[in-house]
């Protein structure tokens, strides 16, 4: 039973690019949301996708965007980057069990994508 | 105020030591909380989830008090291997859903 997985696991890019980092979620698993991590502190919410939409948003800007397809696994995408996108991006999943986004379903977090901008 | 906030550690401890990381929210409407535990330049796992009866597994007991919006794990015993950062996770309504909201995490470091 494969669990969550990322990719690219390494990125460096070039301020202004834009980067593409992928996610596939635990195999019975319908949520995704993402996480930036920055260097000694703790996950911070992006957003959240489920059923193909995006229900709940952190506090990024909109160069920060994501998809998820109809087979769950999700996108996240950020323009224009800077260097204060460096950080860890990571993909979690859990089952929402289609109880309208309550919490109660702990995250089955992916490797992660350590992202580089030069 | 920020949302999740803990001790900022590090914690450096002797093996066989009792350790306790606290934990204080600001949302009182949050409803679940866990906590997880992070090794170094790997991802966050959960360790154990925490119920408004308190909870132990194993060395580790968990304690809620919602009325302080408090959150306590207690590791007893330590081990080596306990050596990671913790980080002390609520879930925080934001309009209709909700979404998981992470403190900064505290390091603990067991020594041999």
């Known amino acids: 039973d494969a669990g969550v997985t990322q990719s690219p696991t390494h990125l460096i890019k070039t301020r202004g690019q834009q980067v593409t980092l992928r996610c596939s979620p635990k195999?019975?698993?319908?949520?995704v949301s993402w996480y930036q991590q920055a260097l000694g502190q703790g996950p911070q919410f992006i957003f959240q996708?489920?059923?193909?939409?995006?229900?709940q948003r952190g506090n990024f800007p909109d160069r920060f965007s994501g998809h998820q397809f109809p087979n769950y696994s999700s996108e996240l995408n950020v323009n224009a980057l800077l260097l204060g996108d460096s950080a860890l991006y990571l993909c979690?999943?859990?089952?929402?069990?289609?109880?309208?986004?309550?919490?109660?379903?702990?995250?089955?977090f992916g490797n992660g994508t350590r992202l580089t901008v030069t | 105020r920020k949302e999740v906030e803990q001790d900022p550690g590090p914690f450096n401890v002797p093996e066989g030591a009792t350790v306790a990381f606290n934990c204080t929210y600001s949302n009182s409407a949050s409803q679940s909380f866990f906590w997880y535990r992070q090794d170094c330049r790997k991802e966050p796992k959960l360790l154990m989830s925490?119920?408004?009866s308190g909870n132990e597994d194993g060395r580790f007991t968990a304690q809620l008090n919602r009325a302080s919006q408090y959150i306590s794990l207690l590791i007893r015993d330590s081990k080596l291997s306990d050596s990671a950062t913790y980080l002390c996770?609520?879930?925080?309504?934001?309009?209709?859903?909700?979404?998981?909201?992470f403190g900064k995490g505290t390091l603990l470091t067991v020594n041999p």
């Open positions: 925490v119920y408004s």
């Open positions: 996770v609520v879930s925080v309504k934001g309009g209709s859903n909700y979404k998981l909201t």
């Open positions: 195999s019975g698993h319908d949520t």
């Open positions: 979690a999943s859990s089952w929402d069990r289609g109880s309208g986004g309550s919490y109660n379903s702990p995250l089955h």
């Open positions: 996708y489920y059923e193909e939409e995006e229900r």
